[in-house]
Structure formats: C-alpha cells, structure tokens
C-alpha cells in the first residue's frame, strides 16, 4: 500500500508524448505540479501544448531536460517526487538498427530511470507504461494464451530483435523494471499494459508516434481496396491517462495492468467510421482477403511479412481487462467515440483532407 502525496511534484518522463501529454494534461487538471522531462526543453513547437494545458489548469508545469541513454539525466527531475510516471520510449516501426533505435533507449533508458529512483529518497512509486506488446506479439498468442486469452500472467515469448523488435524491446524493457523493482524495498512497480492507442492527439502536428500512422492510414485512401481483418486491441488515450492517474493514487494498485477498452479488429476501426466521414473520405468497407495479402502484402509493405499475415489476419484478439476494471474502476468510452474523436482532429488539423 503506498499513498502519495498530492502536495508533491508528480515526475513525467517523455511528458511530450502522445500518450505522456494526456498523462501529463491529467496531473494538471488535478491541482498538481508536474515534473516534465523532455530531450529539448527549448523546444517550443514540442511544448506548448503542455505550457497551455497548465496555463488552463489549477495546476504547475516545470521542464527538465533528459535523455534515456545518459545516466543520472532524469535525477534533477525526480528530485522531491514521490510518484514518477516513466513514459518515454521509442515508439516508432520505421526503423533501420532495432538494437540502437529501440531496445537500446527502451531499456537502458528504463534502468537508468530506475537507478535514479534508487537514488532519489522521495521517489515511492514508479508506474510504467509498457503496452500489450511486452504480452503478445501477434493476434494468434493471445488465442494461444492459456484460457485462450491475455491477461497480466503472460509474457511474450515470440517477439525477437528480427521479428517485432518494439514488441521485443517493451518486454525487455517490463522485464528490466520488474528486475530492479524485486532489488529494493523503498518504491514499488506499477505497470500499465495498453493495447493500440487511439484518441485524439494533443499536438497532432508533432506527434510521433505510431498512433498517428494507423489513424491516418485509415483515411488518406491507402486502405481504400480494403482493411485486413487483422485483430487488434485499443484504448482511447483519455482512459489510458486517467488509469495512469488511477494507477499512481490508489494505494493498493499493484503488478500489471491491461488498459484495454475493445477487442477489435483495423477493418472495423475503420467501419465504424463509415457513417460519420463515409461520403467524404476513402475509408476501407470490406475485409481484404487473406489469400490476396499473403500475395500482395510482402511487395507492398515491408512489416507484412508473410509470417506476420499468417498469425494476425483474419484472427481475433481477446483480452481479459477485468483487473484493470476491479482494482482501478475503470470504465472504457465506446470504440465508435474513440474512433471519431481520433479522426476529427486530425480533419481539423489538416492532416487528413477531403477526397
Ligand atoms: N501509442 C500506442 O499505441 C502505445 C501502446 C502501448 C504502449 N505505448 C507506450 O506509450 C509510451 C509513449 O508512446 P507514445 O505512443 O506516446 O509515443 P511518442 O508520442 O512517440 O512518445 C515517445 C516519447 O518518448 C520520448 N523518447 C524517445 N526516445 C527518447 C530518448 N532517447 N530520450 C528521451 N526521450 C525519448 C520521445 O521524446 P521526443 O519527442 O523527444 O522524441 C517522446 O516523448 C511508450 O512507452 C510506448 O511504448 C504506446
């Protein structure tokens, strides 16, 4: 059982992240003062979302700046805190050297963090924001999971640095943080497991993260044949923020957590669309064929392997989410919501336009 003190600073790392953003916008709106760790404090275009957030807010923003891969950066930043959010990690799937671009800072960057909290004597919760991907690699292991679905108890065991190397370096990552955390008695772990994460973007024009991608891909007419019935979980990114709020004041929150709203699938990610933006945008409305992306899928984009179709499409994904419901009372808002509020912004923004 550990309570923290609402009075004390509240550490963020890659606070401008898509999904540390709504993490950070949460602290903010409860009064609380917030401990942002950034790479580049400077930089205005990555920030200012969040200096206007606080500015709407009861609540206070400071900046610090820190890399994963430099040891003791996050110190300064963690000083006074009791709870510390450690969000920062490559999310990215275009990638040419998996060991430097994604394990690397995923989990180097997670124990440096850690030695940190060792240090630091005020730290007395660490939450982690892992993902679905240190459970499962593709849709058919969560079929394969015992009682045929995900829950907290499974690992993946079937990613590698070859084959879904962000999946292989979030396990690495959990697993390190799991390590450190059984070394000492003076914080404890929460982990966050969320599935795709979908919602609107705080600062979609500089949002790297992959989020972004699916969505847009969804409208700008690559998925205009067709989406894979390919299964997929998803949460919106407001109750990914508002578990991780949960997760950091509930004094009996323990181990990991699957933040997931929706079993689902990208076909019907993109269906449900249809009556909202249908006549205005190339939305996919039919499944695309196995047998035809075990054909075109390889030439076409370089993740759909041949492998990769085979175990995700066509597959459903099923997890169980009951303890992140019971032990943090989470409710999750309809996919259709989620869905629409996603494509809104990026409408608004003029990232996705009219056909
Ligand atoms: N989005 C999803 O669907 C999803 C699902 C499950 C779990 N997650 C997890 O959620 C977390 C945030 O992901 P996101 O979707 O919000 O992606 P994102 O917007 O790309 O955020 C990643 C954050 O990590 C920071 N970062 C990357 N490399 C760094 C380095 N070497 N040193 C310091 N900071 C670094 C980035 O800083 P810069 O802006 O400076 O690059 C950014 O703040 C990650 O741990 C991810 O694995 C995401």
Request: proline residues 6%.
């Amino acid at each position: 059982m550990v309570e923290i003190d609402k009075t004390k600073p509240v550490m963020v790392t890659g606070a401008n992240g898509y999904v540390a953003s709504w993490v950070v916008k949460k602290l903010l709106d409860e009064g609380m003062t917030v401990h942002a760790a950034v790479r580049n404090p400077d930089d205005t275009k990555k920030l200012q979302h969040l200096i206007d957030a606080a500015a709407n807010s009861k609540g206070e923003i400071k900046f610090f700046k820190a890399d994963l891969l430099t040891p003791g950066a996050y110190k300064a930043a963690m000083e006074g805190c009791e709870l510390v959010y450690h969000t920062a990690s490559p999310f990215t799937l275009a990638i040419k050297d998996p060991q430097k671009e994604l394990i690397e800072p995923a989990v180097k960057g997670t124990e440096n963090v850690l030695n940190s909290a060792n240090e630091v004597k005020s730290v007395k919760r660490v939450v982690l924001t892992s993902s679905c991907a240190a459970i499962y690699t593709d849709a058919i292991d969560t079929v394969n999971a015992p009682g045929g679905k995900l829950t907290e108890a499974v690992w993946n065991t079937t990613a590698s640095i070859n084959y879904q190397p962000y999946s292989y370096s979030k396990t690495l990552a959990e697993q390190k943080a799991w390590e450190m955390s059984k070394a000492q008695k003076q914080w404890d772990l929460v982990v966050m497991n969320p599935p795709a994460v979908m919602g609107p973007p705080l600062n979609a024009q500089n949002t790297t993260s992959e989020s972004m991608n699916i969505i847009k891909m969804l409208g700008d007419g690559q998925m205009k044949m067709g989406a894979p019935k390919m299964g997929v979980g998803v949460v919106d990114i407001r109750d990914l923020a508002e578990a991780h709020f949960r997760a950091g004041f509930t004094p009996a929150a323990s181990g990991r957590y699957i933040v997931s709203g929706h079993n689902t699938d990208l076909l019907e990610m993109g269906t449900i669309l249809l009556p909202k933006y249908g006549d205005k945008f190339p939305l996919p409305k039919k499944a695309l064929p196995k047998w035809l992306l075990m054909l075109i899928g390889p030439i076409t984009n370089k993740l759909f392997t041949r492998n990769f179709i085979r175990n995700n499409v066509d597959i459903p994904w099923i997890a169980d989410n009951s303890k992140a419901k019971k032990e943090l009372g989470m409710t999750f808002r309809p996919l259709k919501e989620t869905m629409e509020d996603s494509f809104q912004t990026l409408i608004n923004e003029g990232i996705l336009k009219e056909k």
